[in-house]
């Protein structure tokens, strides 16, 4: 997040002496990225940060890939994957490739026993179902439908849902994931025509802190296996921070549109960037008001990226048959496009409702076990009349 953020207590000036009432230390940590030279943030702990009791064991949670080369268009049916109890078996990753990976997941429960931390990936949770409370060590943030969730890697996090109705789509980004550099000026504020502006994006306010010893599970993930790693204290004990790593939420229905004489090309919906995927917000939004405009978006090739589709909520103009919760995958090589009859459809339409969020990603995408199962598999024919 390129804004300062500042929560708890913290001494006035960094790496100091900084002392607890009863005149012992704070543990201060510097949590930083890309070396030194990325985003930080200077934590203060009641406890050292680095007591490692017992690694209990390790196993991989690797996804398993069907195809590894793929040229076929796919739609799947992401309400088709089951709700788990468990927040982490409930992950279920359907494309990936070396940069990043898509993952759906259905969790009935919180995470009550353990703590999760995912060091090889920064995590972007979309929230389509539920709502509730994540937990991280650096301040908690409430969410709810059509959130999007910040979770840089290495970030402490537990996640509370009010109910065991929920739905994410997640992207593991294995680059940091950031706001779009061309929203923002020199010193990093978001510019006038950002579709968003620093007031839309929310911090954490507020802040878990325990002083408690004692065996704290803490789920690690590093190079797609989880260790499962006890600590001596509590992993929430930080009493202050300041800097510029942490997590944060953007609400899909505060990103405003960008709409046009004649149609828009999909980098005016852009949300997030990387330097190996792009992430965009396809909103409710007037039409183009041409008076020949089509609406519908051109045929096109990407040819150099594979295009995912995640249906939120809405009508979905350009496609016959999508529902909420599909996903298509348009792989990078062919042109893909409106289907029989949503051109013709489009014309006159002066709005939509539709509600999308679209991962395009540079490399091309592996198409994993979990997908193939709720994959429709003659998809890729859809296009003919
Ligand atoms: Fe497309």
Redesign the pocket.
Known sequence: MPFYHKLGKIPPKRHTQFKKPDGSFYYEQLFGTIGFDGMSTNSYHEQRPTQVKEIKKQYSVAPKVAKANNMQSYRFHGFKVKPENDYLDSRKTVLTNSDCSIILAAPKKSTEDYFYKNTDADELIFVHKGSGKLRTHLGNLDFKYGDYLLVPRGIIYKIDFDTEDNRLFIVESRRPIYTPKRYRNWFGQLLEHSPFCERDLRQPQELETYNESGEFLIKIKKQDDIFDMVYASHPFDVVGYDGYNYPYAFSIHDFEPITGRVHQP?PVHQTFETDAFVVCSFVPRLYDYHPLAVPA?YN?S?IDSD?VLYYVDGDFMSRNDIDKGHISL?PAGIP?GPHPGAMERSIGKVKTDELAVMVDTFKPLKVTEEALKIADGDYYKSWLE
């Open positions: 999909p978006p096109h990407n295009e348009h893909h």
